[in-house]
T-cell receptor, first 115, second 113 residues
Framework: DSGVTQTPKHLITATGQRVTLRCSPR?????VYWYQQSLDQGLQFLIQ???????AKGNILERFSAQQFPDLHSELNLSSLELGDSALYFC??????????????FGPGTRLTVL | QQQVKQSPQSLIVQKGGISIINCAYE??????FPWYQQFPGKGPALLIA?????SEKKEGRFTISFNKSAKQFSLHIMDSQPGDSATYFC????????????FGTGTRLKVLA
């Protein structure tokens, strides 16, 4: 158990809908990362937050947004869902983004299925 | 371009054999190269990592070899076991701006008993 929790574990929804994925980082970790994992794309970095502020952006679509709250949990919002958004979404956390060689700890993921 | 190319996509090895997974990168602004192991239904977990000032790192049966001039690094699993069957991802961490990780596309390893 990495100490990172993600809810829900599974999510099934329809095209055009909006969903929210939640992540609680390990105790003491200030940095949260979101990744999308699909069969043919591997792990794609979406976005990173550090202590409530956005730090880095990857291949995140405009229909997706995220935030990190004062208690350090983070939410990833996916809107106007398309079939191609079906994937595993992972959250990872680390102590900080600036310490060299800091390890990222991954949560168990949320499996999103868009029908 | 920030990209990490990983091969092979899948690998079948006999128990006791050596599993070798390769990764190559183009961007020189990477400063940390971790390998992650992922079992079905689980998130990736850090297996072993190397810094570019080191050519080899060994932890138990797992070894990373790093060739800075060729911009390549590889994971060797010695005495492969059925319990090693998992998907392995290499990654590289960027130093430009803020730290973020670029992952390879993964290698699905199956070790036959």
């Amino acid at each position: 158990d990495s100490g990172v929790t993600q809810t829900p574990k599974h999510l099934i929804t329809a095209t055009g809908q909006r969903v929210t994925l939640r992540c609680s980082p390990r105790s003491g970790d200030l940095s949260v990362y979101w990744y999308q994992q699909s069969l043919d794309q591997g792990l794609q970095f979406l976005i990173q937050y550090y202590n409530g502020e956005e730090r880095a952006k990857g291949n995140i679509l405009e229909r997706f947004s995220a935030q990190q709250f004062p208690d350090l949990h983070s939410e990833l919002n996916l809107s106007s869902l398309e079939l191609g958004d079906s994937a595993l979404y992972f959250c990872a956390s680390s102590v900080t983004s600036s310490v060299p060689y800091n390890e990222q700890f991954f949560g168990p993921g949320t499996r999103l299925t868009v029908l | 371009q920030q990209q990490v190319k990983q091969s092979p996509q899948s690998l079948i090895v006999q128990k006791g054999g050596i599993s070798i997974i390769n990764c190559a990168y183009e961007n020189t602004a990477f400063d940390y190269f971790p390998w992650y192991q992922q079992f079905p239904g689980k998130g990736p977990a850090l297996l072993i990592a190397i810094r570019p000032d080191v050519s080899e790192k060994k932890e138990g049966r797992f070894t990373i070899s790093f060739n800075k001039s060729a911009k390549q690094f590889s994971l060797h699993i010695m005495d492969s076991q059925p319990g090693d069957s998992a998907t392995y991802f290499c990654a590289a961490r960027t130093t430009s701006g803020t730290y973020k990780y670029i992952f390879g596309t993964g290698t699905r390893l199956k070790v036959l008993a």
